[in-house]
């Protein structure tokens, strides 16, 4: 079945430093690719997508390329700042039945500090 | 927009009891929403479908007279973890969707503990 496999965290940067977080994925077809974000005690946000190869996301200085040829979706930042702190998670999404769900990576833990 | 809530943040149970999870989309009418599971350091994974007026769809090895999952308006669904044991404590997260939309808005979650 489809899956997510993600960079293992935690992942600690100094403010200002480049971030990369690895996501490859398995998928059937031609899924739509996710990064969300988990601030602490908060819900899931989405930081950004992509629905089709090549496409680009970005969103609050963070960029990701879906990549088909090496079946990525890596994340990146040029600049981290100590408000970046939290939890991500790849994901894509595909169909089930009558509903698209959604496939999760295991989630990268990223602490900036000062 | 789309904010989606959960009710209590956090439970703690005696073996045993049942616990209601609540979840509202606030401003928004959810045709679909979704119950995941995380335990700490791990994915969220899926549980079951839910949409409005119908039964639950569950995911493979999710027992279905265990978690029962009530989708009785556009705005709320409710998962009830019957005769909870210790192993049922995890993170349990909702999400919802609008209708002819590909994007799920997630709730804050609920920690479950049971003594």
């Known amino acids: 079945g489809d899956s997510v496999t993600q960079m293992e965290g935690p992942v600690t940067l100094s403010e200002e430093a480049f971030l990369t977080i690895n996501c490859t994925y398995t998928a059937t077809g031609y899924p739509s690719l996710f990064w969300y974000v988990q601030y602490p005690g908060e819900g899931l946000q989405l930081l950004l997508k992509a629905t089709k190869a090549d496409d680009k996301g970005s969103n609050k200085g963070f960029e990701a390329t879906y990549r088909k040829e090496t079946t990525s979706f890596h994340l990146e930042k040029g600049s981290v700042q100590v408000s970046d702190s939290a939890v991500y998670f790849c994901?894509?999404?595909?169909?089930?039945?009558?509903?698209?769900?959604?496939?999760f990576g295991s989630g990268t833990q990223l602490t900036v500090l000062p | 927009g789309a904010v989606v809530s959960q009710h209590p943040s956090r439970v703690i149970c005696k073996s045993g009891t049942s616990v209601k999870i609540e979840c509202r989309s606030l401003d928004f009418q959810a045709t679909t929403m979704f119950w995941y599971r995380q335990f700490p350091k791990q994915s969220l994974m899926l549980m079951a479908t839910s949409n409005e007026g119908s039964k639950a769809t569950y995911e493979q090895g999710v027992e279905k007279d265990k978690f029962l999952i009530n989708h009785a308006s556009l705005t709320l669904s409710t998962l009830t973890v019957t005769s909870a044991h210790p192993e049922d404590s995890s993170f349990y997260i909702c999400s919802a969707r609008l209708a002819g939309n590909n994007e799920q808005f997630f709730g804050p979650g609920t920690r479950l503990t049971v003594l």
């Open positions: 994901a894509l999404n595909h169909q089930s039945g009558s509903a698209r769900q959604l496939t």
